[in-house]
C-alpha cells in the first residue's frame, strides 16, 4: 500500500484539532486552569499548574484533580482514535498515586493501549515538575467507550 507522503501530518493535524475542539467545551479543565501540551495520534499530554484550584486541605495536589487529568489525557489519546463523528466516555478507571506533591505543575501523558470498535484502552503518567526536577505522582488505566458526537 502507498500512502501519501503526508499523510502522517494530515493524521495528526486531524486529531489535534478533535482534541482543540472538545477541550475548549472541558468546563472543569478550564476552570482548572489545564492546558494542552502535546497532541499526536494515540497520545495526548496535558499540564495543570499549582493554584488553589488544584489543593487539598493542606495544601497538597488534590487527588480529585490529578485523577481529572489522569481521565482527560486517557480520553483525548482515546478520541485521537476514535471514528470520525464520535467522541468517547470513560467506562471505568483504576489509578495510583505514588507521591503528594505541592507547588509547580503537573503533566499527565495519556497513550492508547490497544484501540477496538466497541472499548478502548489507555494509560496516563502524571508527573510533577518543579524547579527542573521530575517526579512519578500517579498511574492509571482506562477504559472507555466511543460513543456519537452530539455537538
Not at 502524571?126 to 477504559?143: L, N, P
Amino acid at each position: 500500500m502507498t500512502t501519501h507522503p503526508n499523510h502522517t501530518s494530515d493524521l495528526a493535524a486531524i486529531a489535534l484539532s478533535r482534541v482543540q475542539d472538545s477541550f475548549a467545551r472541558q468546563g472543569m479543565m478550564q476552570h482548572l486552569g489545564a492546558r494542552l501540551l502535546r497532541v499526536e495520534p494515540g497520545l495526548c499530554e496535558l499540564i495543570l499548574p499549582y493554584s488553589d484550584k488544584v489543593t487539598q486541605q493542606q495544601g497538597g495536589f488534590h487527588g480529585g484533580a490529578i485523577g481529572a487529568l489522569a481521565d482527560i489525557a486517557g480520553g483525548y489519546a482515546a478520541l485521537t482514535v476514535a471514528p470520525e463523528g464520535m467522541e468517547v466516555t470513560t467506562i471505568e478507571y483504576k489509578i495510583n498515586f505514588l507521591n503528594a506533591f505541592e507547588g509547580g505543575e503537573l503533566r499527565a501523558i495519556g497513550r492508547v493501549v490497544k484501540a477496538g470498535r466497541r472499548i478502548i484502552v489507555t494509560t496516563a503518567e502524571v508527573m510533577h515538575v518543579h524547579e527542573g526536577q521530575r517526579k512519578d505522582c500517579a498511574v492509571m488505566q482506562q477504559t472507555l467507550a466511543p460513543v456519537t458526537k452530539t455537538y
